[in-house]
């Protein structure tokens, strides 16, 4: 069964340090995201992408965060600046066209900011 | 704000139990209410309901939704083991595309 693919798995960076998580979501999927949960915490929408550009985002997802499909099969975050509070595990997820909330998770970029 | 709240917050059960985890919600245009079972990392999908009074089945996995109550109750009749996980409500507006999460069930099944 096709799968979405994060790495890496773990990512321990220092404070201030840009970081890029990788994805590669399904192939035939159209729509792409990024959630993140904080240890403990629930699991927060950041952003969508559809057809190269952001389709919605959240309050969350400030200046600070970008997202690019460089080539037709990859989808990163990059988090410029790195701050504690920035520690999660970072989802990469897609969707189909018409398959609505059913989204297909990675197994997820945990993030360690010290 | 869309809301998603979900009961009991851990669950411990033995092995043949049934149990049933509830999940109320508050949201603008509903389109659909998601359960999703997380156990070591990524949440994997179940179910999607966006009618009333239907029940969606998987084996021994089934829910439904009540919209007019704004409440689904997901059901795992002859729990076992494997059933162990974090079990995720979530609901989608119509017209967008993020997901509201409640804080899920932990649910542990006991030998």
């Known amino acids: 069964e096709p799968e979405v693919t994060q790495t890496p798995s773990h990512q321990v960076t220092q404070m201030g340090q840009e970081v890029i998580l990788r994805c590669v979501p399904i192939s035939n999927h159209l729509y792409f995201y990024w959630y993140r949960q904080i240890l403990g915490q629930k699991v927060e929408f950041l952003v969508s992408?559809?057809?190269?550009?952001?389709?919605?985002k959240s309050e969350i997802f400030d200046d600070q965060f970008s997202v690019e499909r460089p080539d037709g099969s990859n989808f990163t975050l990059k988090i410029r600046s790195t701050k504690l509070e920035d520690s999660a595990m970072y989802f990469c997820?897609?969707?189909?066209?018409?398959?609505?909330?059913?989204?297909?998770f990675g197994s997820g970029t945990q993030l360690s900011v010290l | 704000e869309d809301k998603v709240v979900q009961s009991p917050l851990s669950l411990v059960v033995h092995e043949g139990d049934t149990v049933t985890l509830n999940c109320s919600y508050e949201?603008?245009?509903?389109?659909?209410l998601l359960w999703y079972k997380q156990e070591k990392k990524a949440p994997t999908f179940l179910f999607m309901l966006t009618s009333s009074g239907i029940e969606k089945k998987s084996g021994r996995l089934s829910s439904i939704l009540d919209k007019k109550e704004l409440f689904s109750i997901l059901n795992i009749t002859a729990t076992q083991t494997g059933d162990s996980a974090i079990y995720l409500c979530?609901?989608?507006?119509?017209?967008?595309?993020?997901?509201?999460f409640g804080s899920g069930t932990r649910l542990q099944v006991q030998p």
């Open positions: 992408f559809y057809n190269n550009e952001i389709s919605e």
């Open positions: 949201v603008t245009n509903f389109r659909s």
């Open positions: 979530a609901v989608e507006p119509e017209g967008r595309r993020a997901l509201t």
């Open positions: 997820a897609s969707s189909g066209r018409d398959r609505g909330g059913k989204l297909f």
